[in-house]
């Protein structure tokens, strides 16, 4: 079965430090993998997607992600984060057949000035 | 353009009542998904409705409904509603169905049980 497990619930980093959100999934097949970011009551917004190709994908507002098949993940990351990047970061699989996707619990990013 | 938008934001119901939950996809869009996402977890799978046809369903008991109009705008139906379903309902739009086409979502409406 569909999976998608986020290991770290809270993270907080400084203002300028890098950054690393996990992501582990299981899917039997080549999986679709998607990151949204969710600030406080609002919907989802997409920050990049891996469909095949190139295992690292770049995406809006400077995140970038690395797809490792042999370990099951999809870790978000970003050189230099900024206070605007406090939100909850979510990983997805996408299906084979319909848009039914996995979404794992969530990252709650906190960013210290 | 305009986003994915749905109607209430916000909405207080009592147990046993039931709530219709509208969406409207982005233009072009034919697909239309909905998600209940409970307080602090990921969002969960309701239903997919694609050209108008149930497509895929999460496992959600049958006081869940739905269906999509002509024009692919999308209504979420519950009834007899419970405490537990007190959630952020969200609806996601994309231009085909499969899973590697990226859902666009919408803010989300906020339903609380009392």
């Known amino acids: 079965a569909q999976s998608v497990t986020q290991p770290d619930i809270h993270i907080t980093v400084s203002e300028g430090a890098s950054l690393e959100l996990r992501c582990n999934y299981s899917?039997?097949?080549?999986?679709?993998l998607f990151w949204y970011v969710q600030s406080p009551g609002q919907g989802l917004q997409l920050l990049l997607k891996?469909?095949?190709?190139?295992?690292l994908v770049q995406g809006i507002k400077g995140f970038e992600a690395e797809f490792k098949r042999s370990q099951s993940s999809f870790n978000l990351r970003k050189p230099s984060v900024h206070w605007s990047d406090a939100a909850e970061y979510f990983c997805a699989v996408g299906g084979n057949n319909f848009n039914k996707f996995y979404f794992g619990s969530g990252t709650k990013l906190n960013v210290k000035p | 353009d305009a986003g994915v938008t749905q109607s209430p934001t916000h909405l207080i119901k009592t147990r046993g009542q039931h709530v219709t939950l509208r969406c409207s996809p982005i233009?072009?869009?034919?697909?239309v998904s909905w998600y209940q996402q409970v307080l602090g977890q990921g969002p969960q799978f309701i239903f997919q409705y694609y050209e108008k046809e149930e497509r895929g369903r999460g496992n959600f008991p049958d006081r869940f409904s739905a269906r999509q109009f002509p024009n692919y705008s999308s209504e979420l139906n519950v009834n007899a509603l419970l405490l537990g379903d007190s959630a952020l309902y969200l609806c996601a739009s994309s231009s085909d169905r499969g899973g590697n086409q990226p859902q666009h979502f919408g803010d989300g409406t906020r339903l609380s049980i009392l």
């Open positions: 899917y039997g097949a080549t999986p679709y």
């Open positions: 233009s072009g869009h034919k697909s």
């Open positions: 891996y469909f095949s190709g190139d295992t």
